[in-house]
């Protein structure tokens, strides 16, 4: 089960739990009509689960929180844009999971975890974190979809990150480049702005990557805790 849900919530403040053993540690939001927004988890020792923090629906604000270690990811965001700031994002599956846009990512050391960042909305931002010691610091992945309508098909929907000023590893004086790919594909409107599901087509995805152009030169400390 979930350690924590908040449900059809606002404006509440999860501080100095230690959040353990369980299938979601800590759940935000249910889905539509179930949202959590605006709340502030802060400052909580989240451990031992298979997902540390699950976001389905909602915008809250993630900080100053230990989520290390946990099975399959620290933070997963499936949908709504929330800031996830100055954490220790340890010894996780993946440490940061993003399936949304407009996110912030900001001043979060994420160490030793199978993969540090995954992300496959789009439109995040992700600057000045520690990103160390993770077998895979970051990969991305972007779907390009193209409308099917009454003419020739067009791209809809062109997005990117936007990396800056993250410290990797080591000093660096050159840019540091983020793996990702590129899916496409396509959909077509119904009426009334309905639409079918995207199909892609059978190509393999595209090899893509990001740029961080000023990776820091040293690490930065970043508190955590209450």
């Known amino acids: 089960g979930d350690g924590i849900s908040l449900s059809g919530v606002r404006y509440n403040k999860i501080s100095g739990n230690t959040i353990e053993s369980n299938n979601k540690g800590l759940r935000l939001g249910l889905g539509p009509h179930s949202e959590a927004y605006n709340n502030e988890i802060f400052g909580n020792i989240i451990s031992n689960n298979v997902d540390g923090i699950e976001q389905n629906m909602g915008y809250n604000t993630i900080a100053y929180n230990i989520i290390s270690p946990n099975k399959e990811n620290g933070i997963h965001f499936v949908s709504c844009a929330s800031d996830i700031e100055s954490n220790s994002i340890l010894n996780n599956g993946r440490g940061i999971y993003i399936e949304t846009s407009e996110c912030t990512i900001s001043d979060n050391t994420i160490s030793n975890n199978e993969e540090g960042l995954y992300l496959v909305g789009g439109n995040n931002k992700i600057q000045k974190n520690n990103i160390l010691n993770n077998t895979l610091h970051a990969h991305f992945r972007y779907n390009y979809l193209i409308s099917i309508i009454d003419g020739p098909p ?73």
């Open 154 to 226: 067009f791209i809809d929907r062109s997005v990117r990150d936007t990396w800056e000023e993250n410290y990797w590893d080591d000093s660096r004086s050159s840019p540091q480049k983020i793996p990702g790919e590129i899916r496409i594909g396509r959909y077509k409107l119904i009426y009334f702005g309905d639409i079918r599901p995207p199909k892609y087509f059978p190509i393999p995805p595209i090899p893509w990557f990001n740029i961080d152009w000023h990776p820091a030169q040293e690490p930065y400390s970043i508190k955590v805790g209450i």
